[in-house]
């Protein structure tokens, strides 16, 4: 199965990255005149200073074009096949590519995306990086969204699709789904022995941590003392 979806332009927000982008530039022509000219008339220190907020610049304005580029000719490319689900954004500056095996799918379903005022869910909406109406969960904890601009009609069809390749793979490899298979512990998901060690090494190393400060704090305070 493959699908793609078209990215709907957001105008009112490429019309303000746009201005944003000129004024970068603008921005940045200056910083190299700057560094340039002080590294010429021997103050390299200050122009090694400027060149060094110039780098910064550039790395703005390359994402200022990515997310324009995004918004105007973005592509979601989705596919599933035999083993693993495939999202990729095509046709902006820096391309990207997201797999996950279906074995570690816990559950596709219809959900848009979830967003509150003032929050990042809503910046990150807002500026096309993250939305959908298809929600992918997987590793009983993460999830990730697509089609962003699509339809109900059309989100809920391609969930039926990649429900309907979900559920042949797992009628294949019933053994290795019950490995995947999600309990939960006080209302948490916590996934087979490999999670279950995964976090007591996480919690062993956040308490390792704790003891190493409380250690430092009283040797401090024994020196200051």
């Known amino acids: 199965m493959k699908k793609t979806f078209k990215k709907k332009a957001n105008w009112n927000l490429v019309s303000s990255l746009s201005i944003f982008s000129i004024f970068v530039l603008f921005m940045l022509t200056l910083l190299l005149f700057l560094g340039i000219g002080e590294i010429m008339r021997g103050y390299s220190n200050f122009g090694k200073i400027a060149l060094c907020f110039a780098s910064v610049v550039i790395l703005v304005l390359l994402s200022q074009v990515n997310t324009i580029l995004w918004q105007i000719r973005g592509q979601e490319v989705v596919h599933i096949d035999n083993e693993r689900l495939v999202i990729k954004k095509k046709k902006k500056l820096f391309n990207s590519q997201k797999s996950i095996n279906l074995l570690e799918i816990d559950e596709i379903f219809f959900e848009p995306y979830p967003e509150k005022l003032f929050t990042a869910s809503a910046y ?13 969960e997987y590793r009983g904890r993460n999830a990730v969204y697509i089609g ?59 308490i390792g941590l704790t003891l190493i400060l409380l250690a430092f704090i009283a040797v401090h305070r024994g020196m200051m003392g």
């Open 148 to 206: 962003q601009n699509i339809s109900d009609d059309e989100a809920k069809k391609c969930i039926e699709e990649m429900n309907a390749k979900l559920s042949e793979y797992n009628k294949q490899h019933p053994q290795d789904r019950q490995k995947r298979k999600i309990k939960r512990v006080l209302g948490f998901p916590i996934m087979s022995l490999e999670n279950i060690t995964t976090l007591m090494s996480f919690l062993f190393v956040i």
């Open 124 to 136: 990150f909406k807002w500026m096309g990086i993250r939305g959908g109406k298809i929600c992918v």
